[in-house]
């Protein structure tokens, strides 16, 4: 279970101002404690409830074995979500979302693919048969899809969760995501829609204080699930081992038995032998 949130915390970093009171979403309706001077203020004890509850749910993804993809593009959010998803050694967009992504992932594996083999085409030499011109536009295109895409270079299946920092700027990562049935989870302002979100952490999203304040929680959550899983994995490891050895032991016993009951066979027919060669004197 992930560790208790502290409510002065996220009152210190502002995780409880909203946005305008008109420019509000009515869904948000539960998670505004009052307004003032024409900005919601949202209840930070749903936010501490509903972070705890959310990251509980990313650890048993992670746990899982399972890779959750982070999205961000607004540049508030863009640095500190690219250094708590590498954390936490997970993919994650911060740049432009590339249409399709989720929904055309064939594609897309294929942009990532073209990384991988002009790095080969460097490394074998064929690179250096090309023309100046050429290498240049390879090495353009090269940086183009490193910057959109290197950071889910390894992701080489569609994730098992969305975290998204700003649902509304990020709508169509949103709505590729809801088509796969794929969970998100995600920090909602006032002015989103929690309903269109499986986890929804109400938290003010321009602010970058608060936006690490939950980002980090959320990368340390998961760190837990991957740490959980590595220990259960080395625990069952441990286990087949006590058990290939118990089992050696086992085998050694029962053949060291056989060859003892084997050699007391032998000998009660050697003395058998000898019991009637000493009748045979006795008769003769």
């Known amino acids: 279970m992930a560790k208790e949130v502290e409510v002065k915390e996220l009152l210190d970093a502002g995780v409880h101002f909203g946005h305008l009171t008109r420019r509000w979403n009515p869904n948000m309706a539960p998670y505004i404690y009052m307004e003032r001077n024409g900005i919601h203020i ?78 080969r085409m460097k490394k074998d030499g064929s690179f250096d048969s090309l023309s100046k011109k050429e290498q240049l536009q390879v090495n353009r295109m090269r940086a183009k899809l490193e910057k959109n895409l290197g950071s889910i270079s390894d992701m080489t299946r569609l994730p098992a969760a969305l975290f998204v920092v700003d649902t509304l700027r990020e709508h169509i990562a949103v709505k590729e995501a809801q088509k796969l049935n794929i969970p998100i989870f995600a920090m909602i302002d006032t002015n989103s829609n929690p309903r269109d979100v499986d986890y929804a952490v109400p938290a003010n999203d321009d602010a970058s204080r608060s936006i690490k304040k939950v980002v980090s929680y959320m990368s340390d959550a998961i760190i837990d699930g991957v740490n959980a899983r590595q220990e259960a994995k080395a625990a069952e490891k441990k286990e087949a081992e006590a058990k290939k050895v118990a089992d050696a032991e086992a085998k050694k016993a029962a053949e060291k038995k056989a060859a003892e009951a084997k050699e007391a066979e032998v000998q009660k027919e050697e003395a058998k032998k000898e019991e009637a060669k000493s009748d045979e004197t006795k008769e003769s």
């Open 42 to 119: 949202i209840n930070l004890y749903k936010t501490a409830a509903k972070m705890q509850e959310t990251a509980d749910a990313l650890a048993k993804i992670a746990a899982s074995g399972r890779k959750i993809l982070f999205v961000a593009t607004k540049k508030q959010a863009k640095e500190i979500v690219a250094e708590e998803a590498k954390k936490a050694n997970m993919p994650y967009i911060t740049e432009r979302w590339p249409g399709g992504m989720l929904t055309n992932f064939v594609t897309i594996r294929k942009s990532v693919k073209k990384m991988a083999s002009v790095d």
